[in-house]
């Protein structure tokens, strides 16, 4: 399955009908809680005292593998918002001074401040020919108080869960269940669904409901929705998040973001959060799913990916202690 990009057209205008952009930023949104609940289940590849890498296994419907990273921080390292200034609200400005490889950021369309966005990323391609240019709309928002606690189960709508669907069909942990017309029951209706999912209305996975949450490990509190609220792991009530922020990531056409000289349209998809936990903890999680486009073989794209996945990781921790120390500011 290729990465299709979204019409710009299919972005509602929140100035002419604010509910159903609020429903378009949302089931994203959505799909970053879901994905952040599937793919813990995959294989771990790379593990560490601050970092677990995990890869999908190899599936038939999809080319390119889907990779997560979860980045655990404990007190004397970079802070809640410390990420949240670099990664959130001035992560144009950031990325650049960061991310191996990312030549420059340029804003195509700013449809609400802070919140949802478009963005063209140039990056040159280490042993490829052509330099690859990204165009992305990006969605933003953080959650406090109440609104960061674990949700107690998943619910998204089929627009969100197309995709997801595919990507878990070969998943040996994970079934997926359809439920009957839940989504609509609420009056409302998909949006620009990227597969042409009409009967698909609500997704869970099976093991959400058969199997417990959360098990106490080397790092009790990494995953959103490992812990139900009122679970209580070993030594007492497991940490939970006080506030988080989510950026998401997916491919757009737009007519401001065409081809440019050198570069090859490539797409991916990226779902970001960060957590601040009741302990003091913090982690970071990145799901990426991409696709090069041209003509680089699946398996060296997935290759280079997963090469540099963990090494993004390291760069921005590297980066953000810079930016503490005083030798980098956003001014």
Not at 2 to 24: G, Y
Request: proline content about 7%; aromatic content about 10%.
């Amino acid at each position: 399955m290729v990465l299709t990009p979204i019409r710009r057209s299919r972005i509602p205008s929140p100035l002419e009908d604010q509910r159903a952009f609020d429903d378009f930023i949302t089931q994203y949104l959505n799909k970053c809680d879901d994905l952040l609940s599937y793919t813990k289940r995959y294989p771990i590849v790379k593990e560490s005292p601050i970092m677990t890498v995990q890869r999908q296994n190899r599936n038939p419907h999809e080319e390119h593998r889907w990779l997560r990273r979860d980045v655990y921080l404990y007190h004397q390292e970079s802070s809640y918002d410390e990420l949240k200034q670099v990664l959130f609200t001035y992560r144009a400005d950031h990325l650049p001074l960061w991310m191996p490889q990312l030549l420059s950021v340029d804003r195509v369309e700013s449809i609400v401040p802070n919140l949802c966005q478009i963005s063209r990323y140039s990056f040159k391609s280490q042993g490829l020919k052509a330099n690859r240019d990204y165009c992305q709309l990006v969605v933003m928002r953080e959650f406090l108080g109440d609104t960061a606690k674990p949700k107690p189960r998943i619910f998204t709508p089929s627009a969100s869960m197309a995709n997801l669907a595919m990507m878990g069909r070969n998943q040996s942990s994970t079934s997926l269940v359809f439920a009957d017309n839940a989504f609509a029951s609420r009056g409302e209706s998909p949006v620009d669904s990227p597969l042409p999912v009409k009967a698909l209305k609500s997704v869970r996975s099976m093991a959400d409901f058969q199997a417990p949450h959360f098990a106490p490990s080397r790092n009790q509190f990494a995953g959103l929705t490992q812990a139900p609220h009122d679970m209580e792991v070993e030594g007492g009530e497991a940490p939970r998040p006080i506030r988080r922020f989510q950026v998401v990531t997916v491919p757009v056409e737009h007519a401001a973001c065409g081809a440019q000289k050198g570069f090859v349209r490539a797409f991916y998809e990226s779902y970001e959060e960060v957590r601040e936990y009741s302990d003091g903890h913090v982690e970071w999680s990145c799901i990426h799913h991409s696709d090069f486009s041209g003509w680089v073989p699946a398996f060296m794209a997935d290759h280079s990916i997963a090469v540099a996945f963990p090494r993004e990781a390291e760069a921005l921790l590297e980066y953000v202690g810079r930016v503490r120390r005083g030798q980098l500011s956003n001014e």
